[in-house]
């Protein structure tokens, strides 16, 4: 946010963004999560980042905190201040102040996804409208690009029955994934359930278009070469 900030080493400047806000803050996600994120975006390097749902702005703060010591990326955020009547909160004014790149989109979620263009974004939290998430989750997945990383939070709660249910679903889906809703401590709150998703890369794939091609000499081009071999031959 300022120099003297940038020349702490990056732990100590995530550390400093995490004490920002109470860490029983009960809106925003557990410190151990926040860090996890963070990390993630750290080791990811993405371009694109989507966070839906800005809320306390503790995960926001650490996430851009991350993408500046990256050197690269950037960060939208969506938010229609649902959970404050609708209006801007000053924490949220402040924090774009002291953030000009930081690309804040006012709007509900669902109608930002159904406008985003597919493979947009290369790292997607998901920590906004808890009880639509699940059937939004569809456009969530195609905005997100081959390679992504995806997180989502509150897949545990009791509450949020049909977030809970995201799991299982990825795995039908057939995307790699880890559930962290582990608890130590009494004082923590990460049995609210993180879900860490990616999104495999077709680059994995690079040798279909050489089978495919392959496949179209062997099926298509070959036999009908063939005829005209076997009249060569007769005459
Ligand atoms: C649980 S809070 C996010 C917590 C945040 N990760 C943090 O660290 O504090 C959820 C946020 O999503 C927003 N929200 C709820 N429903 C939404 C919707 N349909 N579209 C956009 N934002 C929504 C709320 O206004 C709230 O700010």
């Keep these: 946010m300022n120099s003297d900030n940038d020349k702490q080493p990056v732990g100590a400047r995530l550390t400093a963004a995490l004490a920002q806000f109470p860490s029983q803050n009960s809106q925003a996600l557990d410190y151990a999560h926040a860090h996890l994120i963070a990390g993630l975006v750290l080791a990811h390097k993405p371009l694109e980042v989507l966070e839906l ?30 959970d404050w009547n609708g209006k801007k909160p000053f924490h ?28 947009a974004f290369t790292f997607i939290i998901s920590d906004g409208d808890h009880t639509r998430g699940y059937q939004t989750a569809p ?15 509150d897949t545990s709660s009791e509450i949020f029955r049909l977030l809970a249910r995201l799991p299982k679903r990825c795995r039908q889906l057939g995307f790699d994934n880890f559930h962290f809703n582990s608890k130590s401590k009494p004082e923590e709150n990460t049995d609210r359930g993180l879900l860490v998703v990616g999104k495999q890369d077709r680059r994995r794939f690079s040798l279909d278009p050489i089978v ?17 071999n076997r009249l060569n031959c007769q005459n």
């Design 53 to 82: 749902g800005v809320g306390s702005a503790y995960l926001t703060s650490v996430v851009l905190e991350a993408l500046r010591e990256n050197g690269r990326g950037r960060l939208t955020s969506v938010d229609n201040f649902f």
């Design 92 to 119: 949220i004014t402040y924090l774009q102040e002291n953030n000009p790149d930081w690309n804040l989109i006012v709007e509900d979620e669902s109608i930002f996804l159904q406008r985003s263009p597919s493979e």
């Design 139 to 153: 456009d969530l997945f195609r905005t997100a690009a081959p390679g992504s990383v995806l997180v989502f939070h």
């Design 212 to 228: 495919r091609l392959y496949l179209f000499w062997r099926d298509k081009l070959r036999p009908l070469l063939k005829p005209s």
